[in-house]
């Protein structure tokens, strides 16, 4: 089994930089993946056996690898010496930049990741990232809000990935800039409200309407 765990995790890298060195003229398709195979001596069924999902494999791979190389450039940054939003504006940038170093194969992932028929597995893609950044700035949450963070920073990397990709890295720098300072001052409006009042009021009355008033 160790054998066999050894061998799909290398070959996997292996086929993975094949497709990172002709997705800037192929594209992220099946095309791309048969030839990457093809180059790393892998015949339609070893294809099959690695790659079951095809282009949807391969660009889970290529997420995972960025995800590993900013949390390994995150290795050198003591989080505990910056602010929460630093934190998250330094994860950010390191995952941008992971990225940025295989920037072409980049771009054709992003256009498949766009299309409707892939988009579920963007967002599962941005839900991993997201839970690596967050543990890496320390959050230890276990309740709604271990949640919360996720979905937040999701909707945050999504289109910043993409900007980079597109528009640069100064754009898609000052669009974290700008939507985390809209976080931190929701969070500071919500932190001076409370939200569980209204649920306690149907509590009460609902307890009232069984055993009574209190006396």
Not at 56 to 66: E, F, G, I, V
Not at 104 to 115: H, T, W
């Amino acid at each position: 089994m160790t054998q066999t765990a050894d061998w799909a995790d290398h070959t996997e890298q292996a086929v993975l930089d094949a497709a990172l060195a002709r997705a800037p003229a192929l594209g992220w398709n099946a095309r791309l993946v048969r030839e990457a195979c093809e180059a790393c001596g892998l015949s339609l069924g070893d294809e099959e056996l690695l790659l079951p999902n095809g282009a949807r494999d391969l660009a889970a791979l290529l997420s995972r690898r960025h995800d590993a190389r900013a949390l390994a450039a995150l290795g050198a940054v003591d989080p505990a010496t910056l602010k929460i939003r630093e934190r998250i504006a330094r994860a950010v940038s390191e995952r941008m930049e992971a990225g940025a170093e295989d920037l072409e194969a980049a771009r054709r992932c992003a256009a498949f990741l766009a299309l409707p028929v892939n988009a579920d597995l963007g967002l599962k893609l941005a839900w991993e990232t997201a839970d690596h950044l967050w543990r890496w700035a320390g959050d230890e949450a276990t309740d709604w809000n271990h949640y919360s963070k996720r979905t937040i920073l999701s909707g945050i990397l999504i289109p910043a990935l993409t900007m980079r990709w597109f528009d640069g890295r100064e754009a898609a720098e000052a669009f974290v800039a700008r939507r985390i300072e809209n976080v931190m001052a929701f969070e500071k409006w919500k932190a001076g409200k409370d939200f569980d009042a209204p649920l306690r009021k149907v509590s009460d009355a609902l307890s009232r309407m069984r055993y009574g008033a209190k006396a």
